[in-house]
């Protein structure tokens, strides 16, 4: 089966510095790339996604790149701020063919320090 | 728009007592359904996913069952608790043929 490493597990940023989050996979026919923020004691949200067609997708001051042939994609925050301070998970699907199965990352806790 | 509710919020269970947790979804049709567990500063676990009423995968094998009753209801089920059952469960949908998965506010489970 697919099987997702995320790294760092713990990362602290001043304000307004920006954060990067990387995850590696396995299964080289994963197509769709999402990341996920969750707050404490709350369920996670998508924040973005990316399929395996395109490079590069920004929302803002989120971004994700991703490198197929490597097989990493990495989450980047630019000019953080203390509510971006949360866990936040990657996770690889394989969509296609009727079936679908999303792996995630163990998780970043990020802590933006004002 | 959709909406995923899930309860309760949080609940506090003696070890062998039985477990009832609900998820309903709103707004959308035949959507495809989600348990997570996700212990204390770890991440998620698939434990059960359903493609429609009364269709249950499995993913890990535990004490824990689960149901769909009607098209926008999913439950989670226990006869009988354990200490290990402690979590926060995560309820969530997918619209089928769709990508993105889209999570429930949770449940925190403590079994004591």
């Known amino acids: 089966g697919e099987n997702v490493e995320q790294h760092p597990s713990t990362l602290s940023v001043q304000e307004g510095d920006s954060a990067v989050i990387k995850c590696t996979y396995s299964?080289?026919?994963?197509?769709?790339f999402p990341w996920y923020k969750q707050e404490l004691g709350k369920g996670p949200q998508l924040i973005i996604d990316?399929?395996?067609?395109?490079g590069e997708k920004k929302d803002q001051r989120i971004a994700v790149t991703l490198n197929k042939t490597a097989k990493h994609f990495s989450l980047h925050i630019t000019e953080t701020q203390p509510e971006d301070s949360a866990v936040y998970f990657c996770?690889?699907?394989?969509?296609?063919?009727?079936?679908?199965?999303?792996?995630f990352g163990k998780g970043t806790k990020l802590s933006v320090i004002p | 728009s959709q909406t995923i509710h899930q309860w309760p919020a949080t609940l506090v269970q003696p070890v062998g007592s039985p477990l009832s947790l609900e998820c309903t979804v709103e707004g959308t049709s035949n959507p495809n359904l989600y348990w997570y567990r996700q212990a204390a500063g770890r991440g998620l676990q698939l434990l059960f996913y359903s493609v429609g009423i009364g269709q249950i995968s499995s993913e890990v094998p535990q004490n824990l069952s689960a149901s769909r009753p009607q098209d926008r209801q999913f439950i989670l089920s226990s006869k009988k608790l354990l200490l290990s059952d402690s979590g926060f469960y995560l309820c969530a949908w997918r619209r089928w043929g769709t990508d993105t998965q889209y999570f429930g506010p949770g449940t925190r489970l403590t079994v004591l």
């Open positions: 299964d080289s026919a994963s197509n769709y």
């Open positions: 996770a690889v699907a394989y969509s296609g063919a009727g079936s679908y199965q999303l792996t």
């Open positions: 990316i399929r395996s067609n395109v």
